[in-house]
């Protein structure tokens, strides 16, 4: 089974090269699933209804969220009825959406398990036991799991990754939007990559129009983000899974740079 991952597409400009690069990529390498992080999908914060269904359309299959979950305020309105978007696991329960999901495509199904880090981060559940709860249901319908670390500590990105490897077929870190060339599998085949990086303007700093960012970091004024112009990169990883046992073959990542 082949599954490409993107990581963080931010604003207008990540969706452009959602658009440009899927549908082809999907052809050329015969890929059953794409999963992307939408967590910065609309304005650069947050996901709205039209965004989502945008990225859908663009071949995207799972979305998963972050740290931006709640941010454009209207997620709450969709995010329990569309069976496909997941938001991190190890938020109180009582919130909306779900932390897993199962797809089912041509080779079977997969679970997909949205979970965030709590290092330098909200202080919320605790993301190794939000795994095991969530890992007791889906192993009972998915072999092939593929989870999404939202975090911003690679060493807690990292230790995730060992503590599931051989029970899920893969880990992926997302959220620091910096591509990270650490990919590796597990001895148990399990899949590693510390940050996936983000889809999204180039020129920019994480996403956010430079100049706003280096001012706010030289004065500590508080000032509104805009998504930054300009070239446009796309960071995915490409994966094959074999099916039958849920262990990862091989895993590449993807870095690529163009006008959209
Ligand atoms: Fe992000
Ligand atoms: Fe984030």
């Given at each position: 089974m082949k599954i490409l991952f993107i990581g963080d597409v931010f604003g207008n400009p990540g969706r452009k090269a959602v658009k440009e690069m899927v549908h082809?990529?999907?052809?050329?390498?015969?890929?059953?699933?794409?999963?992307?992080?939408?967590?910065?999908?609309?304005?650069?914060?947050?996901?709205?209804?039209?965004?989502?269904?945008?990225?859908?359309?663009?071949?995207?299959?799972?979305?998963?969220?972050g740290n931006h979950t709640w941010s454009k305020r209207e997620v709450v309105n969709f995010i329990d009825s569309d069976n496909n978007i997941v938001r991190p696991a190890n938020?109180?329960?009582?919130?909306?959406?779900?932390?897993?999901?199962?797809?089912?495509?041509?080779?079977?199904k997969i679970g997909i398990l949205n979970l965030m880090g709590r290092v330098y981060m909200d202080s919320i559940?605790?993301?190794?036991?939000?795994?095991?709860?969530?890992?007791?249901?889906?192993?009972?319908?998915?072999?092939?799991?593929?989870?999404?670390?939202?975090?911003?500590?690679?060493?807690?990105?990292?230790?995730?990754?060992?503590?599931?490897?051989?029970?899920?077929?893969?880990?992926?870190?997302?959220?620091?939007?910096?591509?990270?060339?650490?990919?590796?599998?597990?001895p148990c085949g399990t899949a590693y990559i510390s940050d996936v990086g983000m889809t999204g303007p180039y020129d920019g700093i994480i996403g956010v129009k430079r100049e706003i960012v280096i001012e706010k970091f030289i004065t500590h004024m508080p000032s509104k983000f805009e998504v930054a112009q300009g070239p446009v990169q796309f960071n995915a990883?490409?994966?094959?899974?074999?099916?039958k046992n849920g262990k990862t073959v091989?895993?590449?990542?993807?870095?690529?740079?163009?006008?959209?």
């Amino acid at each position: 089974m082949k599954i490409l991952f993107i990581g963080d597409v931010f604003g207008n400009p990540g969706r452009k090269a959602v658009k440009e690069m899927v549908h082809k990529l999907k052809k050329e390498r015969q890929i059953d699933f794409c999963i992307a992080n939408g967590e910065n999908a609309a304005g650069g914060s947050g996901i709205t209804y039209v965004v989502a269904q945008e990225l859908y359309k663009a071949g995207v299959d799972g979305i998963t969220l972050g740290n931006h979950t709640w941010s454009k305020r209207e997620v709450v309105n969709f995010i329990d009825s569309d069976n496909n978007i997941v938001r991190p696991a190890n938020y109180p329960s009582e919130l909306p959406g779900k932390g897993s999901t199962i797809l089912e495509g041509e080779k079977g199904k997969i679970g997909i398990l949205n979970l965030m880090g709590r290092v330098y981060m909200d202080s919320i559940d605790c993301p190794f036991k939000a795994a095991e709860r969530e890992l007791e249901y889906l192993k009972a319908f998915a072999k092939v799991i593929v989870v999404d670390m939202h975090a911003e500590a690679t060493s807690e990105k990292c230790a995730l990754a060992w503590h599931l490897d051989g029970r899920v077929s893969c880990v992926l870190g997302t959220h620091t939007h910096v591509q990270t060339a650490d990919e590796r599998i597990l001895p148990c085949g399990t899949a590693y990559i510390s940050d996936v990086g983000m889809t999204g303007p180039y020129d920019g700093i994480i996403g956010v129009k430079r100049e706003i960012v280096i001012e706010k970091f030289i004065t500590h004024m508080p000032s509104k983000f805009e998504v930054a112009q300009g070239p446009v990169q796309f960071n995915a990883v490409y994966m094959d899974i074999d099916e039958k046992n849920g262990k990862t073959v091989s895993i590449e990542r993807i870095h690529q740079v163009m006008d959209v």
